[in-house]
């Protein structure tokens, strides 16, 4: 399903309002596309039947026929697949194991090598060297992941805190941020009506957001700056642990390295204003000087 899904993302800054509308229901319903006519999805979704062959066709479609087959062969592959490659009977632990570590690892790779996140893991590194106070936010079970992620950029030096459900009264802490923090989301709970929440009222703040979220559909994408799609399939269901892990170590990478040249920038101009000096305090050209005291 991830290429399907890929297209419509890539192609979505691009589209007109009305495409868009009809971009963002495939993305979080795709699974009722194969039972819908052209008809009943355009009235579903507000918009045109035209509109919808349109945005097949933008997709790289001939029209909505392909791209519906295209959809309904994608599920029924994945939905077929084992992902040990062989029925969980057969091999003992060992081979349970291997097959396990085989299946993360492809997971990384499939997302780590994924164009489109390298390009917004780069962005997002940016936006955070810019933040005033970076926010991870985790629900459930990675309400972790936001507390460890909080804790790895203090000890970079990066003014974070971490907010989740137990935090208490959440909210009144969202209420707080603004315009020049900026949001981590770990979105791997969809139907989970607290993340709407929090992103429709950062939204309204204008506070930027960041998603780290799975390859299906994310009822809070349209609310983001910036998303992250992490490819986290596994025999037992979605185990996004280590891929986030990965990603989150990415972003960090690149935030200690954007450190280090503002701090060769800094040796630079402290080179430049303060070493022109020799020890009497006056200028002297092809001489050595020390630093001015």
């Known amino acids: ?42 009235e579903i979704i507000g918009v045109s039947d035209t509109t919808i062959i349109n945005l097949c066709v933008d997709l790289g479609f001939t029209g909505f026929s392909e791209f519906k087959k295209t959809v309904s062969d994608e599920i029924q592959r994945e939905q077929s697949i084992t992902p040990y490659g062989e ?23 499939q997302t780590m090598s994924d164009k489109q996140n390298r390009k917004v893991i780069e ?8 933040a005033k106070k970076i926010y991870p936010i985790g629900f459930w079970s990675f309400a972790g992941q936001a507390q460890e992620l909080a804790l790895g950029l203090r000890r970079s030096g990066f003014s974070a805190e971490a907010i989740y459900p137990s935090f208490g009264d959440y909210i009144d802490k969202v209420l707080q941020i603004d315009k020049d923090d900026v949001v981590i989301m770990f979105d791997f709970a969809r139907y989970i009506s607290g993340l709407t929440e929090i992103a429709v009222l950062l939204n309204e703040r204008n506070v930027p957001l960041v998603l780290i979220t799975d390859m299906g559909p994310c009822p809070r994408q349209s609310y983001a700056d910036h998303v992250i799609h992490c490819r986290t399939a596994m025999p037992e269901g979605r185990y996004g642990g280590p891929v986030v892990k ?26 430049g204003v303060f070493t022109r000096f020799n020890q009497y305090g006056v200028v002297e050209p092809g001489e050595k000087y020390t630093e001015r005291v």
């Open 87 to 109: 029925s969980e009977e057969s091999g003992g632990a060992e081979e349970a194991i291997d097959a396990f570590v085989k299946r993360v690892t492809e997971n990384i790779n």
């Open 246 to 271: 990965t990603v989150i170590n990415a972003i960090t990478i690149l935030l200690k390295k954007q450190a280090q040249n503002k701090y060769k920038e800094y040796e630079a101009v402290r080179e």
């Open 123 to 130: 962005k997002t590194a940016d936006l955070l060297s810019r």
């Open 1 to 42: 399903m991830e290429n399907v899904m890929q297209r419509i993302r890539e192609a979505y800054p691009g589209l007109s309002s009305a495409k868009k509308s009809a971009a963002s229901y495939f993305l979080n319903y795709y699974l009722k596309i194969p039972f819908c006519t052209v008809t009943e999805l355009a």
